[in-house]
């Protein structure tokens, strides 16, 4: 069986990832803040088509934002599972040798938990990509409203 440390190593390196995403979610909610914001005092054309957009990407990050949230606390609650484990190990093997069951469900309930966590962080990722299409749709619309012509003449 896979030690409790070696399990503990992997949900901190996840927890640290997860939580860079987190993070990009952040900064990608800042932008979309500060192009609303360009919308309302009139400085960027086809508000109305922005503003929809805007609307569905908000929405999804949003939803990204929950399932990160989440995978993090089931991240956090392995963590503590395998720690448990560790320890009852630790205690079992000194002390509680009839106990010894109890640090290999914990071992096993932090397992789940991990699992659980990767669930999360896989529909997360499912959303990341609905977020960039909805960024590409958005870029081929505004593209497609520059005038053939202009073009032309910069080439």
């Given at each position: 069986?896979?030690?409790?440390?070696?399990?503990?190593?992997?949900?901190?390196?996840?927890?640290?990832?997860?939580?860079?995403?987190?993070?990009?979610?952040?900064?990608?909610?800042?932008?979309?803040?500060?192009?609303?914001?360009?919308?309302?005092?009139?400085?960027?054309?086809?508000?109305?088509?922005?503003?929809?957009?805007?609307?569905?990407?908000?929405?999804?990050?949003?939803?990204?934002a929950?399932?990160?949230?989440?995978?993090?606390?089931?991240?956090?609650?392995?963590?503590?599972?395998?720690?448990?484990?560790?320890?009852g190990?630790?205690?079992?093997?000194?002390?509680?040798?009839?106990?010894?069951?109890?640090a290999?469900f914990?071992?096993?309930?932090?397992g789940?938990?991990?699992?659980?966590?990767?669930?999360?962080?896989?529909?997360?990722?499912?959303?990341?990509?609905?977020?960039?299409?909805?960024?590409?749709?958005?870029?081929?619309?505004?593209?497609?409203?520059?005038?053939?012509?202009?073009?032309?003449?910069?080439?």
């Amino acid at each position: 069986m896979i030690t409790p440390a070696v399990m503990i190593t992997a949900c901190a390196s996840l927890i640290f990832s997860t939580a860079n995403r987190l993070g990009r979610i952040f900064d990608r909610v800042n932008l979309l803040k500060a192009e609303v914001e360009g919308i309302l005092i009139g400085k960027l054309p086809y508000p109305a088509e922005r503003m929809e957009s805007l609307g569905k990407q908000l929405r999804v990050q949003r939803i990204r934002a929950i399932l990160i949230q989440r995978s993090m606390a089931f991240l956090y609650t392995a963590t503590s599972l395998f720690v448990l484990s560790s320890l009852g190990f630790a205690f079992s093997s000194a002390l509680f040798h009839e106990y010894s069951w109890v640090a290999t469900f914990a071992a096993l309930a932090g397992g789940l938990f991990l699992f659980l966590a990767s669930i999360f962080l896989l529909y997360e990722s499912r959303y990341n990509l609905k977020f960039i299409n909805g960024l590409i749709d958005l870029t081929e619309f505004l593209g497609a409203q520059i005038p053939n012509e202009n073009l032309t003449k910069k080439s």
